[in-house]
């Protein structure tokens, strides 16, 4: 994702005081440095452990511990790679016949079920995310509004932006709606098939939702269930929320933790998809791991951990086709991965 580029401040004002006491404000501001860079030293290498407690603690733990998988929790899974001709790959989408559509900074690649290319067509922006409607339409989400194509390239439509800061992070459509994740508002926005705004969904409330969506990053997941429904990420607070298609809240499923059945870091799961029976599946960034949970949200097990990736793997975006084949999105290695569970 681009990054926001930093306001220009003004010059500090000039405050008169005398040698020694700029002196001991010099000596402050270098210990307050040091202390910060090992903080900084001691969470990327590893803390000694100590006893979690609360709903989402500050907890230190040696990371290392979390960089090989309890074998116990792995999921005896196949795996495939999927090599695109084109770079920079940003998105991912399966369509009704299985076919791999693949996002990037110029356009989109669209394969077969085998990995085999079949077309693909530019785009005047980077692809930001994307899905595929059940009538094959190709939805396509830039940086702040929705473009529609046709699988040869056409584009159809241009849809106004929701909002002139939106930052859209996520796509997903039923048979009558469209829901697009907008990390900078941290809101889902619902639109009709043809593009009419409907409303925003996850507005703090007076329930179970007084912070509403907890989003750090730019990284900020939809989906739609087979019933219609929508799940979504609320990564800061590690978990999935669902909603009827219309918005109103039901129930949400995940916590924060370390081990493998919890989401770590600061804001994960970072993607999902959700599977033919209506298990999810999962990715972590930072401390890699795609994981399973049913239906309910209990979990099932791991099918990739941080071993199998590279040190600094982000953007797994995913999808799941209709065999219950897991596509997972690498854009550091510019390749896709696809599991099948044995």
Not at 151 to 176: E, H, M
Not at 199 to 217: A, E
């Amino acid at each position: 994702m681009c990054s926001d580029k930093g306001a220009v401040l003004p010059p500090p004002a000039v405050n008169c005081m005398n040698s020694d006491n700029y002196t001991l404000r010099k000596i402050l501001l270098l210990l307050s440095v040091a202390i910060a860079v090992a903080v900084a030293v001691m969470f990327i290498y590893g803390l000694p452990a100590k006893k979690c407690e609360g709903p989402n603690p500050e907890c230190r733990y040696e990371l290392a511990s979390l960089k090989k998988t309890d074998p116990a929790l792995l999921l005896q899974a196949g795996v495939a790679i999927i090599n695109p001709s084109i770079s920079n790959l940003t998105a991912l989408a399966v369509d009704s016949a299985d076919n791999i559509y693949i996002g990037s900074s110029c356009g989109i690649e669209i394969l077969d079920a085998k990995g085999v290319r079949v077309g693909g067509f530019a785009v005047d922006a980077t692809v930001r995310c994307l899905t595929v409607s059940l009538d094959g339409e190709i939805l396509v989400g830039l940086n702040s509004h929705v473009e529609v194509y046709e699988k040869n390239g056409t584009r159809k439509a241009v849809w106004k932006s929701p909002d002139s800061r939106a930052g859209l992070t996520s796509i997903a459509s039923s048979s009558n709606s469209v829901f697009v994740a907008d990390y900078v508002n941290r809101i889902v926005w619902r639109y009709s098939r043809s593009g009419e705004l409907l409303g925003r969904i996850g507005d703090k409330d007076d329930g179970q939702r007084k912070s509403g969506f907890v989003v750090p990053s730019a990284f900020f997941d939809v989906a739609v269930a087979r019933d219609g429904s929508l799940w979504v990420v609320s990564p800061g607070q590690h978990r999935l929320e669902h909603f009827s298609a219309e918005g109103d809240f039901i129930k949400f499923w995940g916590e924060f933790g370390i081990d493998g059945p919890r989401f770590c870091g600061c804001c994960n799961p970072s993607n999902f998809a959700i599977m033919p029976d209506g298990s999810f599946v999962t990715s972590e960034k930072h401390i890699v791991r795609v994981k399973v949970y049913d239906a309910d949200g209990r979990f099932k097990g791991i099918v990739s951990g941080q071993e199998d990736w590279q040190k600094e793997a982000v953007g797994l975006d995913m999808a799941v086709d209709s065999k219950g084949r897991i596509l997972v999105l690498d854009p550091q290695s510019n390749v896709v991965r696809l599991y099948l569970e044995k």
